[in-house]
């Protein structure tokens, strides 16, 4: 998941929440290199944040508002 977070200077800058699979062995620079060669310059995630679980509700949709606390 991806969300902005603030940042005095841009406004907002992209922070990914990342899950990896068991075994699976990533870095954050490893995401944000995977994302740079996808996306636009300003779309690139500049924070990287590694958790065991992303909030979803009931419907399976992604509790953005749990991730910015």
């Known amino acids: 998941a991806v969300i902005g977070v603030p940042d005095v200077?841009?406004?907002?800058?992209p922070k990914a929440?990342?899950?990896?699979k068991p075994g699976?062995?990533?870095?954050?620079?490893?995401?944000?290199?995977?994302?740079?060669?996808?996306?636009a310059n300003y779309?690139?995630?500049?924070?990287?944040?590694?958790t065991d679980a992303i909030p979803k509700s009931a419907s399976g949709k992604i509790?953005?508002?749990?991730l910015r606390d």
């Open 24 to 39: 699976a062995d990533a870095t954050a620079e490893d995401i944000q290199e995977f994302v740079a060669g996808h996306v």
């Open 63 to 66: 509790l953005r508002r749990q």
């Open 17 to 20: 929440f990342v899950v990896l």
């Open 43 to 50: 779309k690139q995630i500049r924070l990287v944040e590694f």
């Open 9 to 13: 200077e841009a406004g907002e800058l």
